[in-house]
């Protein structure tokens, strides 16, 4: 099939592909941001107004919110924080020992 079409009709192809995959993504991005634009701004009058947390763009990036940042973040320290008084005591233990 290569050689009947031709390597660069091929390529040509894929980049056609990915350039059309490109501006659809763009479109809808740009289209729920909008909307979520809209959305907010709507429920800036209502007393129970209820808005998207994430951008679409950053649901289908798999982007963690801020909530998720930092919990990871706390995660992170405890952890250091817990080797280092590990590590602590391994000195302590040391220095009575030697």
Same mark, same amino acid.
């Given at each position: 099939?290569?050689?009947?079409?031709?390597?660069?009709?091929?390529?040509?192809?894929?980049?056609?592909?990915?350039?059309?995959?490109?501006?659809?993504?763009?479109?809808?991005?740009?289209?729920?941001?909008?909307?979520?634009?809209?959305?907010? #701004?709507?429920? /800036?009058?209502? +007393?129970?107004?209820?808005?998207?947390?994430? /951008?679409?763009?950053?649901?289908?990036?798999?982007?963690?919110?801020?909530?998720?940042?930092?919990? #990871?973040?706390? /995660?992170?320290?405890?952890? +250091?924080? /817990?080797?280092?008084?590990?590590?602590? +005591?391994?000195?302590?233990?040391?220095?009575?020992?030697?």
């Amino acid at each position: 099939m290569l050689e009947l079409l031709g390597k660069s009709y091929i390529i040509d192809h894929c980049l056609n592909h990915l350039k059309e995959h490109s501006e659809d993504t763009a479109l809808k991005v740009y289209i729920t941001d909008a909307l979520k634009a809209v959305v907010e #701004n709507t429920a /800036r009058w209502s +007393k129970d107004g209820v808005v998207m947390k994430k /951008r679409f763009a950053d649901i289908i990036n798999d982007v963690p919110d801020e909530e998720e940042n930092e919990n #990871n973040n706390k /995660r992170a320290h405890s952890i +250091k924080e /817990r080797i280092k008084s590990k590590l602590a +005591k391994l000195g302590k233990e040391d220095a009575q020992n030697g």
